[in-house]
Nanobody
Framework: QAQLVESGGGLVQTGGSLRLSCAAS????????MGWFRQAPGKEREFVAG????????SYVDSVKGRFTISRDSTNNTVYLQMNSLKPEDTAVYSCNTQPPLYIWGHGTQVTVSS
């Protein structure tokens, strides 16, 4: 069965950076687009960034364009999210999945940005 394990979150100040990792296993993910999603308290989960395994074509929600960069390591089935210039509104639990989501969500990783 598919397993998605996120890591790399933490507490940072406004303007700081974090790099999130998503280790995908248990299935062949290469046919799919992979995405990072986030859910803030009291809000719906939203798409943040996506990437295709093979061509590395990326997409981003407008609110993170120019600040976040998604990348992948196909050899290790790992997807990354480099987050720079973080803002308090980026505070959320960040999770990865295929885009659209096909598998059970992992635990996610908490990102907290203090003002």
């Amino acid at each position: 069965q598919a397993q998605l394990v996120e890591s790399g979150g933490g507490l940072v100040q406004t303007g700081g950076s974090l790099r999130l990792s998503c280790a995908a296993s248990g299935r062949t993910f290469s046919p799919y687009r992979m995405g990072w999603f986030r859910q803030a308290p009291g809000k719906e989960r939203e798409f943040v960034a996506g990437i295709t395994w093979r061509a590395g074509i990326t997409s981003y929600v407008d609110s993170v364009k120019g600040r976040f960069t998604i990348s992948r390591d196909s050899t290790n089935n790992t997807v990354y999210l480099q987050m720079n210039s973080l803002k308090p509104e980026d505070t959320a639990v960040y999770s990865c999945n295929t885009q659209p989501p096909l598998y059970i969500w992992g635990h996610g990783t908490q990102v907290t940005v203090s003002s």
